[in-house]
DNA sequence: GGAATCATGTGAT
DNA sequence: ATCACATGATTCC
């Protein structure tokens, strides 16, 4: 099977900073005890400090020490902080415009439950591709009722990440189709392209559990994060906080439903299917850019 | 405090 | 049936 594509078609900006941005979240999440400076971390990467920082700032819109700080576990705890508030239920509303806060990414989602995947699974048709993206590499996959995967890999390991995707519906038909598929990847990444009136549409193809936690998800806003026991609560099942984990890692939609913003019930980052580091950096971009 | 240990629901095999 | 989990609470030092 042949995945090769030219990826400097794309326009998009951010696309080749993240690898550089990768190994500095990587460097200071192993190392943040010492604190590494600038100049040491600049050096261990071959690359100038201003140079280094320019780079960073311009990805995260957060200079690395600040960047640092929104990813310890001490900010983690105060997106947390829900003051009773029911906050699955009434953060629905906030999406929009909150003066000096840049919306949230608009989605309306379409279910697709287990039995009618089953019964359209032989008909139905992925057109898939990847792209540059803030976070590497992205694959994106499309029905013709909206976006149904969205999914990252590292340089050189498109076709682990295709596997890894197309297992998860091994009865659609695949084709490659970049043209189809380019169109999502500036909705997505894109702020300015964030609107109401043009919401981005969303095929969540799982069980009927999975769904029920993806949806809950979907109305954590920007800047917040929620426990995994948080989403059991939610979704009235109180005591599947490990189940939800579970589900939570199999989300097909990686960012869109932002699986990012749950966390362990202290504040840490727990586990991420494609990586940690990403993790941080999913939250790290949002925080520069909230 | 922190390590070890349980209770736990879901989905894949 | 059994097993692996992106968890969380409890129980030991």
Same mark, same amino acid.
């Not at 009865?171 to 189709?177: G, L, P, R, T, W």
């Not at 939570?248 to 586990?271: E, I, Q």
């Given at each position: 099977?042949?995945?090769s =594509?030219? +990826?400097?078609?794309?326009?998009? @900006?951010?696309?080749?900073?993240?690898?550089?941005?990768?190994?500095?979240?990587?460097?200071?999440?192993?190392?943040?005890?010492e604190? @590494?400076?600038?100049?040491?971390?600049?050096?261990?990467?071959?690359?100038?400090?201003?140079?280094?920082?320019?780079?960073?700032?311009?990805?995260?819109?957060?200079?690395?020490k600040?960047? +640092?700080?929104?990813?310890?576990?001490d900010?983690?705890?105060?997106?947390?902080?829900?003051?009773?508030?029911?906050?699955?239920? &009434?953060?629905?509303?906030?999406?929009l415009?909150?003066?000096g806060?840049?919306?949230?990414?608009? =989605?309306t989602?379409?279910?697709?439950?287990?039995?009618?995947?089953?019964?359209?699974?032989?008909?139905?048709?992925?057109r898939?591709?990847?792209?540059?993206?803030?976070?590497?590499?992205?694959?994106?996959?499309?029905?013709?009722?909206?976006?149904?995967?969205?999914?990252?890999?590292?340089?050189?390991?498109?076709a682990?990440?295709?596997?890894?995707?197309?297992?998860?519906?091994p009865?659609?038909?695949?084709?490659?189709?970049r043209?189809?598929?380019?169109?999502? =990847?500036?909705?997505?990444?894109?702020?300015?392209?964030?609107?109401?009136?043009?919401p981005?549409? =969303?095929?969540?193809?799982?069980?009927d559990?999975?769904?029920?936690?993806?949806?809950?998800?979907?109305?954590?806003?920007?800047?917040?994060?929620?426990?995994? &026991?948080?989403?059991?609560?939610?979704?009235?099942? @109180?005591?599947?906080?490990?189940?939800?984990?579970?589900a939570?890692?199999?989300? @097909?939609?990686?960012?869109?439903?932002?699986?990012?913003?749950?966390?362990?019930?202290?504040?840490?980052?727990?586990?991420?299917h494609?990586?940690?580091?990403?993790?941080?950096?999913?939250?790290?971009?949002?925080?520069?850019?909230?």
């Open positions: 099977m042949n995945i =594509v030219d +990826l400097a078609v794309d326009i998009t @900006p951010d696309g080749g900073d993240y690898d550089i941005v990768r190994q500095v979240i990587e460097i200071l999440s192993e190392d943040y005890r604190q @590494p400076s600038l100049e040491i971390i600049a050096s261990r990467l071959n690359q100038s400090p201003t140079q280094l920082q320019k780079v960073f700032t311009r990805w995260a819109g957060l200079s690395p600040a960047f +640092l700080q929104a990813v310890t576990l900010h983690a705890k105060r997106l947390l902080r829900v003051e009773g508030l029911p906050l699955l239920e &009434a953060a629905i509303e906030v999406g415009s909150g003066p806060r840049l919306h949230d990414l608009f =989605v989602h379409e279910a697709m439950s287990p039995g009618e995947w089953r019964a359209m699974g032989a008909g139905l048709t992925i898939y591709g990847f792209h540059p993206s803030p976070f590497g590499h992205a694959l994106v996959m499309a029905t013709d009722r909206g976006l149904a995967g969205l999914a990252f890999s590292d340089e050189g390991c498109e682990e990440c295709l596997e890894d995707m197309t297992r998860r519906w009865q659609a038909i695949y084709v490659e189709d043209e189809a598929t380019s169109t999502y =990847v500036d909705r997505v990444f894109r702020q300015d392209r964030w609107s109401a009136d043009q981005l549409r =969303v095929v969540l193809i799982g069980t559990f999975q769904i029920r936690v993806w949806q809950s998800l979907l109305r954590i806003p920007l800047g917040r994060a929620v426990t995994y &026991a948080d989403i059991a609560r939610d979704i009235g099942q @109180p005591t599947a906080s490990r189940a939800v984990g579970a939570v890692g199999r989300n @097909p939609l990686s960012f869109v439903v932002p699986c990012h913003r749950a966390v362990g019930k202290d504040g840490a980052l727990t586990g991420y494609w990586g940690l580091t990403r993790k941080r950096a999913m939250l790290g971009w949002e925080a520069g850019h909230a």
